[in-house]
Structures are given as structure tokens and as C-alpha cells.
């Protein structure tokens, strides 16, 4: 199940060109100081890697990135103000010991990973019942209920229940205006008389009856049956009989 | 003790992890087999769950097969699962129970027309928590409903006749025929509204 | 095939009933029998129940005893219930999950020591399928995680001591020997060369 360890990648940085291990070595026999050294470069070289292989799934943890933490771990301890007095007399021999610490642990946790992961296959096959319990077992028994509401709440309910409700508000819905009912007050109007002023025919109607009736002498005009005239914008409208439409008022009247 | 064959002990695998009845047809699909050889091994179940032989029974519900526990063990199961709960009503559940306790009985229809809305969710829930029961069908097959023991004791009455006077929530005092009539026209214009 | 006694019959209804573990003291105070007695029906219920017999194994899981399907009829199963197969822990879960389950209470920023990574996506992840839970934040904020009592049942453990012995996955001297090398002998190596 071990797989060996695998510290294989090519470096290119400032103090070092060469294979990674190598340079892991230099640094634990103290000829390359760590604090020197660009862990960044060398994460960004992996993860390059790792692209050109296909494989970026930077949440596998390997030994190589637990590697590289436990040296960001280090370094960053050398660079703590005032730690490095304890640090610098950390012998060689004291780093290796932490890093061989720090990779067997990550190794003991992969492998129980392992066993879990298998042993998670091995269990999948038993399936458990999520069924709601019977109804007769969620509702109370009658031996032992006891009162918990009041009966009044049940007679005014029903009290509720036996008020009519009240008429729905229609406020909101618009009254229609019948168009024929327009052209007939019109056509009445004119029977009367020869002409008229809008206004005093029909300023007290509300503002959609006046649109309708507005509507209404189009229509006779269209028909021939009036005619109307405005001198001025918002100014005073007249409403006449056409001369030929009065046989056909008279008719239709 | 013998041990089932192994298509009878998987229609049972199938039916215990279901919670709704299985029609022998699902189960042959499920198990890739001929209906006959599910009808076969169903009816070997069958014989072993019948009631007292085991914790489980084999029951037949709506065209289907399901397995249920033994009532013999509710007493049981009360103690070690129910956690019975008496949660307020709620307004739709108010005005159904009290439609169901004046009027008893009183058929799902009515009650839709009284309230002005489809009360299928309140009656259903009133239904479960046993409150009310039916009590029959009607001869248009609705389902005729009456309140359960139950519900006079978690009302604390001793007796229908012990219900508060509607009159109370109303001025003229009436009988049960009036209230229904009225209770009927104030819900069609409820219904028109 | 004959029957069950009576209480080993009752021991299965319960079963049947509850989706959750139950320890045979509860058994026994909901039967209202002596632990002795649960003891002995129970024994009897598992020898029934022991797999290849029926479609049900009794197991003993989280502590509790629970009814599980017969892992033979899985696929019917899923066929039946139209329940696609949860898929299988990835790598980083199954690490991240192994460092939860023997050193819980455990926190983020450990799991991400070991790990090398931060190992966010796991925990997310394992958190969703319900096999951690959070226990709480350390001092300085961290989230702290266990395994959750859905783990014990999912992985089939009779409570975390069930968990297979750590020191198992104890690394051999080889390992060690191996690491030491590979760290320090590299250098030497091409020195050499």
C-alpha cells in the first residue's frame, strides 16, 4: 500500500537550479539557509505541474505539498522576531527529525483514509428504513389526553363562520361607459336644438363619461350627422346638426 | 428456523425499506424476474408474516403489498417512540373542527361550503391527530366525518351537549337546522366574494 | 418454519419501527421486562436474523441495535426506490474524515496542518453528507468537528471504539527509513554520481 515517497521536480530559482530533493538536502545540511530559499516558487512549479498533467486537484493533499507546509512552517518560524535566537541553534538533525515527523504523520492519517474509504464500499450495501411512525402512534392516546384546549374556541369559530361577510369593496373597478348610450344623448340634444356648447351639455358629467361622449360626436361625425368646432386649444366646443344629417337624425331619433 | 428462499427474502429487503404499499408488478421489475416466480415467493412471505408468528405482518393495502408491525407490540412502541404532540389549531383547523362538532355528521362537502374554501388540509390533519373520524359516506361517496373520543377529552367535555352555546358568538339563539342553514348562506357568499 | 417468541416478536416490531439505534436498556424499559430477558430474545432475534437467512439482518450500530436490508438486494433497492448510489468518498474526504475520526474534537486548522492543504472542500463536503458535525469553536475561532452518529450507522460501527485500531496505520520502520533517505540522501547521492 506505501507508495514511495515522490520529490520529483525540476526547480528554477534564484539560489538553486536543479531537482527538488536535491535542494531539500542542501537546505537540512545547512548550505543553502531556508530563509533563503522561494517556497512560493517552488509551489507554483508544482502546481504547474500538476496543470500540465491534468491533474489540478490542489484538495489531494501528497506528501510533497505536507512536505512543502512543514518547511513553510519552519521558515516562517526563522523569520519571527526574536525566535531566532532558538531556531538558529536548531541543529540540522532537529528539522529532519520534525519533517520525517510531519510526513509520517500525514502517512498514517492517508492510510487509515484508505481503510475508511473501503470500508465505506463495503457498508453501502445495507440500507436502513426512514418511514414516518404509523399514524396511531403520533396522535394521542385517549386513555391518557388531557385538556389542552378550550371549547370556547370552537363556538367562536362557528360564530365567525355564521357572520355573513361583508359586501366586497368595488371602489377599485372602473364604471363603464356605454358608447351607445353617449350617441343617443348626443342625437337627443341635437333633436332639441340646432347646436350646443359641450360644457353646458355635459361639463357635469364625470371626466370617462365626457371621453365617451367625446367619442360619440367622432362617430356622428364620421356618419355625417354633426359637426363640431374648437376656436382655441382647451377653449369652448360647439356641437351642430350637418345640414344633411338632419333627415337621418330625425330617423334614427 | 428455516431460512427463506432468496427472492422471498428480497421482496421482504424491498418491502422494509418502503413506506408504501408495492405492487407485485414493482416488485418483479425491481427484481428482474417473472411476475409468477414474485407471486410464488410473495406467497411463501405471506405465510411466514402471518399475525403472531413474527414482529412484522405482511398486509395487503390498496393493490399493493406492505409490511407493517404487529399491533400486538403498540403499547410498546408508544413508550419507546411516540412523543405525542398537541400543537395549537389553527384558524382553518378552529373553524372545521367546530363546523364537525355543531353539526355532526357532517359530510366534506358541506364543510367546504360552509367555510367557503376546500378544507381537504384541515380535515386531513384534523383526521390524523384523531380529533375526527369518519363516520360512513354519504350517497354521493364523500366521507362523512364526527369528532373521536379523543377530542372530548382534549376539549376537557363531558359530552357533545357540553359544547358552549354558538349563541353566545350569535344573538338570536337558534336550532341546529337554522345554524346550519345560515352557516350554509353565509358561506356561499363567502364562496362568491 | 416456526415463530418467534413472544418478546423477540416484540424486539422486531420495535426495530421495524424506530429508524434510529435502540440500546437494549431502552428494549427493555419500553417492553417493561427485565434486561436479562431483552438479552436472551435478542440473542435469539440475531441468530434469525444473521445474513443469507431473510431480507433483514439485525445489526448492532451506534451503540444500538438497528434492522438493516440484506445488502443482497441493494440494486433492487435502488431500482424500487429510484436512489442512485451516493458516490464513494474521494481521496480527500477519506483523509480528512480518518483525521476527524480518531482525533475528534479536532479543529480546521489541524486537519489542514496534517493535511498540507486546507482541506476546506472536504470538511464542506463531509459536513453536507451529514458524517461530521461541528462541536463548537476553539479559542481563537476555529471550527471544531466530530463524527456525527449518521457516520457510526453509515460505516456500520458499533460506536467509535469500533473504529479499526490506529496503531494499524502506524508507519513501519521502513516507512521511516524510506522518508530519512529520501530527505537526506538525494544530495548524496548525486555527489556521488
Redesign the interface.
Known sequence: MASRLDLDLDLDLDVFIGPFDLLLSIVLREEISLLEVELGEIVATYVTRLEERGEMELEVATEFLVLVAALLELKSRLMLPGAEEDLTDMEPAEAVEELVARMLEYRRYRDAGRELKDHFESQRGFLYRSAPLPAELRRVEVETAEKVYEADQLAAALGDLLEPPPRPDLSHLRATVSLRRRLSAVRSVLLDRPFFDFDDEFGKEDRMTQAVTIFALLDLYKKGEAVWEQDESCGPITVRRSQPGQAQLAKTA | ????N?L????????????QP?TEM??A????VDLELIEEAVAELEA?LVP?????ILRRVGGGLI????P???A???????K?R?PP?T?AQ??T???V??LQPVARPEIAR???VSSESAVGSLN???LIEEAGRSRFGAAIYRT???FE?????DGLD?????S???PTPDDERE?RE??L???E??SE?
Open positions: 428456523m428455516s431460512a427463506l432468496p422471498a427474502c428480497k421482496i421482504e429487503s424491498l418491502l422494509f425499506l418502503s413506506n408495492v414493482a416488485l421489475e425491481a427484481c428482474e411466514d403472531g408468528r413474527r414482529g412484522l409490511l407493517a408491525s404487529d400486538e407490540s403498540e410498546a412502541a408508544r413508550r419507546l417512540l411516540s405525542p398537541t389549531l384558524q378552529a373553524e373542527l367546530a363546523i362538532a355543531y360552509i367555510r367557503g390524523e391527530r384523531g373521536s373520543p379523543l377529552k382534549v376539549f376537557g367535555l357540553a359544547l358552549p352555546d354558538p353566545r358568538f350569535d345554524i345560515r352557516l348562506a353565509a358561506g357568499q363567502r366574494a
